[in-house]
T-cell receptor
Framework: EPEVTQTPSHQVTQMGQEVILRCVPI?????FYWYRQILGQKVEFLVS????????KSEIFDDQFSVERPDGSNFTLKIRSTKLEDSAMYFC??????????FGPGTRLTVT | GESVGLHLPTLSVQEGDNSIINCAYS??????FIWYKQESGKGPQFIID?????DKRQGQRVTVLLNKTVKHLSLQIAATQPGDSAVYFC???????????FGKGTRLSVIA
């Protein structure tokens, strides 16, 4: 069964550093998403992406965040200057026309 | 707003019993709902979905019930197994392809 993959599984970075989280969505899907989940809290929407542009973003997704689909398979989330409070699990998701969103296994980001 | 370190509701059931997990959603215009299962350290896993023109949908060992009058969803798991132990989230999809909104989650613990 096709699945969303994410790399790395765990990223440790120092405050102020840039990180890029990578995702490979399911191949025939056209809608892509990033979510985050702070430990013990619920999943929060960050951004959605369709047709090579951001379709919606939350208040969390400020100027420090950006997304890109650099080629036909990868979907990346960049945080330019990480803060301690960016420590969380980051989930990529994709969906096709059925509406079902499929999530990747997540990247655990730890900012020290 | 929510407090940091959200305490999840917990449901403990005996192996073999049926489980019922409840969720209240917020937007009366939401037209699509999904239940996800999240095991520790993993991403949300799609379980079952239902559209707003239905009251009930059955899958393998799972049933979702939708009560639009009171904005309530439930997930029923038949013959609960130890592998069902996880956090279960409902998610609602407001209209016009706006992002999924996740509920707080319920932790299901299955006692062998």
């Amino acid at each position: 069964e096709p699945e969303v993959t994410q790399t790395p599984s765990h990223q440790v970075t120092q405050m102020g550093q840039e990180v890029i989280l990578r995702c490979v969505p399911i191949s025939n899907h056209l809608y892509f998403y990033w979510y985050r989940q702070i430990l013990g809290q619920k999943v929060e929407f960050l951004v959605s992406f369709y047709n090579n542009e951001i379709s919606e973003k939350s208040e969390i997704f400020d100027d420090q965040f950006s997304v890109e689909r650099p080629d036909g398979s990868n979907f990346t989330l960049k945080i330019r200057s990480t803060k301690l409070e960016d420590s969380a699990m980051y989930f990529c998701a994709s969906r096709g026309d059925s509406g079902k969103q499929y999530f990747g296994p997540g990247t655990r980001l730890t900012v020290t | 707003g929510e407090s940091v370190g959200l305490h999840l509701p917990t449901l403990s059931v005996q192996e073999g019993d049926n489980s019922i997990i409840n969720c209240a959603y917020s937007n009366s215009a939401s037209d699509y709902f999904i239940w996800y299962k999240q095991e520790s350290g993993k991403g949300p896993q799609f379980i079952i979905d239902i559209r707003s023109n239905m009251d009930k949908r059955q899958g393998q060992r799972v049933t979702v019930l939708l009560n639009k009058t009171v904005k309530h969803l439930s997930l029923q798991i038949a013959a609960t197994q130890p592998g069902d132990s996880a956090v279960y989230f409902c998610a609602e999809n407001p209209p016009r392809n706006t992002p999924l909104v996740f509920g707080k989650g319920t932790r299901l613990s299955v006692i062998a």
